[in-house]
């Protein structure tokens, strides 16, 4: 089952085209990965998956909706779908624990009990048990970045979002950052769309490749065809 799908998508920011023709069928479970130089519309491309950038025209369905469509209820489609950012995005007043308590108590409504316990497994499985009580300015940018994640796993979302989640780190920092979503990758069947530069990860880990330049797709490869011959 398709989790994304574009069809012939345009997006413009006034006069500038930002993304032309797109077409992009993401399955359900693909881990994906998308690279490009600076400024082609990655970034644009992913945040329209989320509605946090609006299309012109073309067909969006994401999760069965139709973004598009000026009816679809965009919180439906956030709840299903994450989106970790280049700078953490974390709330600065609240405790890592909260911070991933927050969305599934208000959103969800789940259990505060189970809420809790969910929320201590995904610190475990980050790295970061012991920084639970302690705010974001107290990490480095590796652990907020890795609180981020599992404040967006908390939601299990069906497809998460990724945009250049390492690109603000310090170089040393990174390496934890993308073990923590080579293991989500590999022990999930959830859907991930990945900017990065990282081509280790893109390498090892993506189904897929997607390559972006002025806006456009220019190559859409299996990471075996993408990688061949290196
Ligand atoms: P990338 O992620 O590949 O670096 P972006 O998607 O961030 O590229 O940006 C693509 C192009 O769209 C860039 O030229 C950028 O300046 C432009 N752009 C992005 N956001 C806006 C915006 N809100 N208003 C106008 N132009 C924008
Ligand atoms: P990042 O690298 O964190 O994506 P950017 O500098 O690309 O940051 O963009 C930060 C914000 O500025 C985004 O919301 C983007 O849409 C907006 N933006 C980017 N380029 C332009 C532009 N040329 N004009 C107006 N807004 C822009």
Do not use: W
């Not at 359900?28 to 519309?41: A, Y």
């Not at 624990?97 to 409504?109: D, T, W």
Request: hydrophobic letters at 40%; charged letters at 25%; proline letters at 3%.
């Amino acid at each position: 089952m398709a989790m994304v799908e574009f069809k012939d998508v345009q997006k413009y920011f006034g006069d500038f085209h930002a993304l032309k023709d797109i077409n992009l069928k993401v399955d359900s479970g693909e881990t994906v990965v998308v690279i490009g130089p600076s400024g082609s519309g990655k970034s644009t491309l992913i945040r329209t998956i989320n509605g946090l950038e609006s299309i012109q025209s073309g067909q969006l369905i994401v999760n069965g909706y139709d973004l598009a469509s000026k009816k679809t209820n965009l919180n439906l489609i956030r709840k299903d779908v994450g989106m970790v950012f280049q700078h953490f995005n974390l709330y600065a007043n609240k405790t890592i624990l909260e911070n991933i308590m927050l969305a599934p108590r208000i959103v969800l409504h789940r259990d505060e009990k189970e809420n809790k316990q969910i929320a201590n497994e995904l610190l475990e499985k980050v790295g970061l048990t012991s920084q639970a009580n302690k705010f974001p300015a107290q990490l480095s940018g590796g652990q907020q970045q890795r609180a981020a994640i599992a404040r967006s796993l908390a939601m299990k979302p069906k497809c998460l979002l990724f945009d250049e989640p390492t690109s603000a780190l310090d170089p040393e920092m990174i390496g934890d950052v993308l073990n923590v979503m080579k293991d989500i990758a590999r022990d999930s069947d959830m859907t991930m769309i990945v900017v990065t530069h990282e081509m280790g990860f893109a390498r090892e880990v993506a189904n897929r490749v997607v390559f972006m330049a002025d806006g456009q797709i220019l190559e859409d490869d299996s990471s075996d065809v993408f990688f061949k011959g290196e």
